[in-house]
């Protein structure tokens, strides 16, 4: 395999991997491309990003020669807290041809349906990094898909093994590919339907903007919590904080509109306390729906603007005052065991096995 320039003699392609996970899928699909093309060579190096993650300096991305960007899909969108961590990057300095190669794997959800694997979709994902990569001055020369177990806890039953198993193989292999792609510098088959990418990169739009705050207010934690604050501290976002009220025992978690509705807390909490609230979906979606129908219905007497203009004043009045007093009601003590049942405390968690981390050579 030809090595450019930029490497030592004797020195394998040098990548850099910058990788978000939530449940632990993409961390997977990282483990296996890094395992890939440590075998095959190349020097690599894997860094997890979280909210806290320092950008790479102009000079870390001189040394390079290609670059991994891998993230969940979210809503047929990247979360936006990883959109935001590039935004933050330096420009690229040097002559163009000096600079790092930009790949992107995309970690979609997979169901199966009848004994078929259905694979997901990116969406924008990989239109989103590439734009805020091009604004850096850099090119991405490859992407694709890769479909593992669908991890959506908050309002699906996860899958669970033995059929779990199909699935993790699928995107296993579909990890694999990539790398021995990237690793020979061929070109990477794209089997997505084209012709869904444009609504669902609209609506991974409104979900970065919108559905997921609306998401994050309908966790809650019910009595089982032990206040470990485990949720808090793995939090990817640093969305979910500890909190303590006179009316509730130790300290209870509780969600900023930061949170990207990665699932991570749900699934990865021990004693399966966090779930999707009925009381909270109730009082949520009935006053959005009517918030957003009385919205539509003005159109006609106030035009385009009013309407709009009072219903966003509206969901930010539900979405800090009026979920502010949902929190002090299911704090109470009286109240909480029955305002923080939800369709969730029955069903089992995910988190991908072998995601802890990724193996690298020293």
Known sequence: MSTSGNSPPGAGPRLAVYYWTGTGNTARAVGVVVRELQQAGWEVGATLVRHDTPVPSPTELAGLEHLLLACPTLGFSAPASFLAWLGRWPKANGPL????????????????????????????????????????????????????????????????????????????????????????????????????????????????????????????????CTACGLCARDCPVGAIRMTATANSPGSLPAWSLRCDACNRCINLCPAAAIQTSWFRLVIHGSLQLAATVGAVVALWWWGPVLPWVFWLLFTTLQLTWLDSALVWLERRRRFRRLLTRGPTQNWGRYRAPGSSGVTLQE
Do not use: I, M
Not at 156 to 180: I, K, M, N, Y
Not at 185 to 190: G, N, Q, R, Y
Not at 208 to 213: F, P
């Open 97 to 224: 041809a000096s600079r790092p190669v930009a790949s992107v794997l995309a970690v979609c959800g997979a169901e199966l349906w009848r004994g078929r694997v259905l694979a997901g979709h990116s969406g924008g994902l990989r239109r989103q990094v590439a734009r805020r990569l091009a604004v850096k001055g850099l090119r991405v020369a490859r992407a694709t898909d890769v479909s593992y177990p669908a991890n959506w806890t908050q309002f699906f039953r996860p899958t669970l093994p033995p059929q779990v198993g199909a699935l993790l193989e699928l995107g296993d292999a579909g990890a694999l590919a990539f790398a021995r792609a990237l690793a020979s510098a061929t070109p990477v088959p794209d089997r997505r339907s084209r012709w869904l990418s444009l609504p669902l990169n609209a609506v991974g739009v409104l979900f970065r903007s919108l559905a997921r705050r609306f998401l994050a207010r309908l966790y809650t934690a019910d009595p089982a």
